[in-house]
């Protein structure tokens, strides 16, 4: 794969958080920057996302091992509940499965994907990896869902197959759409679910899986990670638009990720 550069600035400042008990705690000489030239993409007032990277300059090494952020509706400017959780106070509940850390990347293990009470026939080759080979990550700063060749077309046949009888599919850009509403036309529509190790599932609603693109427009929240390569044809990041509605916890010490599906307005009582 070829490498493509980026350029920003560096520093440290003090910075202060929200602390449980409605107080604030600073911490001093904290290492941040922030690029504005990521490969092929320039922009000279901002660019990226604040990183929440395992490397060992980034923000969640710096403040501890635990972190975790809680996530409503992405679309939704009005919704003041989305929180992240640095160190002290993460709420560690939920289903967990194993987390790996390779790269600076958060891996894991996904075993298989449903589409209501259908499971889908993928390869379970699919699946495996070896050494330090990245099959399957999860990230937060990526807004939809990439998966491999095989995971992807399971899943897409799986959606035509219940859609296309009453709504036509076309592609915009490479994201598969639909004409219509997702209130009006997905009525129920069946949740996807992805099975990880240890049986812990992450369940995606409709919402999250097939969203709003224009008033008119519906498309999946889902692409074909080899569109960027076939070196990614093997693949798969779970993007944010599948972790609405869950409070997401890391604990990199103990290599575990929980998965807690609630309110995330909950999480301050």
């Given at each position: 794969?070829?490498?493509?550069?980026?350029?920003?600035?560096?520093?440290?400042?003090?910075?202060?958080?929200?602390?449980?008990?409605?107080?604030?705690?600073?911490?001093?000489?904290?290492?941040?920057?922030?690029?504005?030239?990521?490969?092929?993409?320039?922009?000279?007032?901002?660019?990226?996302?604040?990183?929440?990277?395992?490397?060992?300059?980034?923000?969640?090494?710096?403040?501890?091992?635990?972190?975790?952020?809680?996530?409503?509706?992405?679309?939704?400017?009005?919704?003041?509940?989305?929180?992240?959780?640095?160190?002290?106070?993460?709420?560690?509940e939920g289903y967990s499965t194993p987390l790996d850390l390779v790269d600076g990347h958060y891996q894991v293990i996904l075993e298989g994907i449903s589409v209501g009470e259908t499971r889908l026939v993928i390869d379970p080759g699919a699946f495996k990896r070896t050494g330090k080979e990245r099959r399957v990550i999860i990230?937060?700063?990526?807004?939809?869902?990439?998966?491999?060749?095989?995971?992807?077309?399971?899943?897409?046949?799986?959606?035509?197959?219940?859609?296309?009888?009453?709504?036509?599919?076309?592609?915009?850009?490479?994201?598969?759409?639909?004409?219509?509403?997702?209130?009006?036309?997905?009525?129920?529509?069946?949740?996807?679910?992805?099975?990880?190790?240890?049986?812990?599932?992450?369940?995606?609603?409709?919402?999250?899986?097939?969203?709003?693109?224009?008033?008119?427009?519906?498309?999946?929240?889902?692409?074909?990670?080899?569109?960027?390569?076939?070196?990614?044809?093997?693949?798969?990041?779970?993007?944010?638009?599948?972790?609405?509605?869950?409070?997401?916890?890391?604990?990199?010490?103990?290599?575990?990720?929980?998965?807690?599906?609630?309110?995330?307005?909950?999480?301050?009582?």
């Amino acid at each position: 794969m070829k490498r493509l550069p980026s350029a920003g600035v560096i520093a440290t400042e003090q910075l202060i958080f929200g602390s449980p008990d409605e107080g604030t705690n600073a911490v001093n000489n904290v290492l941040f920057g922030c690029s504005h030239r990521n490969g092929n993409y320039e922009d000279r007032r901002f660019t990226g996302v604040f990183g929440l990277g395992s490397g060992i300059t980034s923000v969640v090494n710096q403040m501890g091992s635990k972190f975790s952020y809680c996530i409503s509706n992405i679309a939704d400017p009005d919704y003041s509940y989305n929180q992240l959780v640095l160190s002290e106070g993460v709420s560690m509940e939920g289903y967990s499965t194993p987390l790996d850390l390779v790269d600076g990347h958060y891996q894991v293990i996904l075993e298989g994907i449903s589409v209501g009470e259908t499971r889908l026939v993928i390869d379970p080759g699919a699946f495996k990896r070896t050494g330090k080979e990245r099959r399957v990550i999860i990230d937060s700063g990526t807004a939809p869902t990439w998966l491999a060749d095989n995971e992807y077309r399971a899943l897409e046949r799986e959606i035509r197959d219940l859609l296309d009888r009453f709504l036509t599919p076309f592609m915009r850009g490479s994201f598969l759409c639909y004409k219509g509403k997702v209130s009006r036309d997905l009525v129920g529509f069946p949740a996807v679910t992805f099975h990880f190790a240890e049986g812990a599932d992450l369940v995606v609603d409709t919402e999250s899986m097939l969203y709003q693109a224009t008033p008119n427009i519906f498309c999946m929240a889902v692409r074909q990670a080899s569109v960027h390569g076939k070196d990614l044809k093997d693949f798969s990041v779970i993007g944010l638009m599948a972790q609405q509605y869950y409070n997401v916890a890391y604990d990199l010490n103990k290599h575990k990720l929980l998965f807690q599906r609630i309110d995330c307005e909950l999480l301050d009582e």
